[in-house]
């Protein structure tokens, strides 16, 4: 059974950062791409960031670009998103999330949620 | 890059068919047959439903259907059931690299 749990979310200030982690199970890890896909409390679904199988490719949506950091380790089974300069926008819950092809997603996690407030 | 423009709801009652539209552009929707729709019930995560536009993961029930004209895909929910109440969500990849979600539509089982 394909699991993807996340880890790392919490209350952080403006500018602050944060590392969320993603531990993967019940299938090959290291053969899929991956991806961070974020919601917004009563918000719809936003696509936030891509790394390919191997983690030599990776994309980032503009509002994120310069201050998120997605990464894996395929030996730990495990994708990261280390996220900086958070600001009140960055608030949401965080799925990590297995690629079926071309950002199209098969299998999502239950999410982490961050919330960013003074 | 917008979202992707979906109705905020449709409603219908059991046995019905619903339908849900999804509006782009010539520049995502229009340009490629990568077209997704996820189910999402409330403080659950997001479920496939729908992939490559009209394709059906394994599991998911055949009530479930997807198609696509020029630049607005839809999804079709027939014989309505309550579990079928959820948001849904589409998604299209836009080229270079970037993915745009629609707004999401809020299904309601009369």
């Known amino acids: 059974e394909v699991q993807l749990v996340e880890s790392g979310g919490g209350l952080v200030q403006p500018g602050g950062s944060l590392r969320l982690s993603c531990a993967a199970s019940?299938?090959?890890?290291?053969?899929?791409?991956m991806n961070w896909v974020r919601q917004a409390p009563g918000k719809g679904l936003e696509w936030v960031s891509y790394?390919?199988?191997?983690?030599?490719?990776?994309y980032y949506a503009d509002s994120v670009k310069g201050r998120f950091t997605i990464s894996r380790d395929n030996a730990k089974n495990s994708l990261y998103l280390q996220m900086n300069s958070l600001r009140a926008e960055d608030t949401a819950v965080y799925y990590c999330?297995?690629?079926?092809?071309?950002?199209?997603?098969?299998?999502w996690g239950q999410g982490t949620l961050v919330t960013v407030s003074s | 890059q917008s979202a992707l423009t979906q109705p905020a709801s449709v409603s219908g009652s059991p046995g019905q068919s619903i339908t849900i539209s999804c509006t782009g552009t010539?520049?995502?929707?229009?340009?490629?047959?990568?077209v997704s729709w996820y189910q999402q019930h409330p403080g659950k995560a997001p479920k496939l439903m729908i992939y490559?536009?009209?394709k059906r993961p394994s599991g998911v029930s055949n009530r479930f259907s997807g198609s696509k004209s020029g630049n607005t895909a839809s999804l079709t929910i027939s014989g309505l059931q309550a579990e079928d109440e959820a948001d849904y969500y589409c998604?299209?990849?836009?080229?270079?690299?970037?993915?745009?979600f629609g707004g999401g539509t809020k299904l309601t089982v009369l």
């Open positions: 790394i390919s199988s191997s983690g030599s490719t990776i």
């Open positions: 490559e536009v009209s």
């Open positions: 010539s520049s995502d929707v229009g340009s490629y047959n990568l």
């Open positions: 019940g299938f090959t890890f290291s053969s899929y791409e």
């Open positions: 999330a297995r690629d079926l092809g071309w950002f199209e997603i098969d299998y």
């Open positions: 998604c299209s990849y836009a080229g270079s690299s970037y993915v745009v």
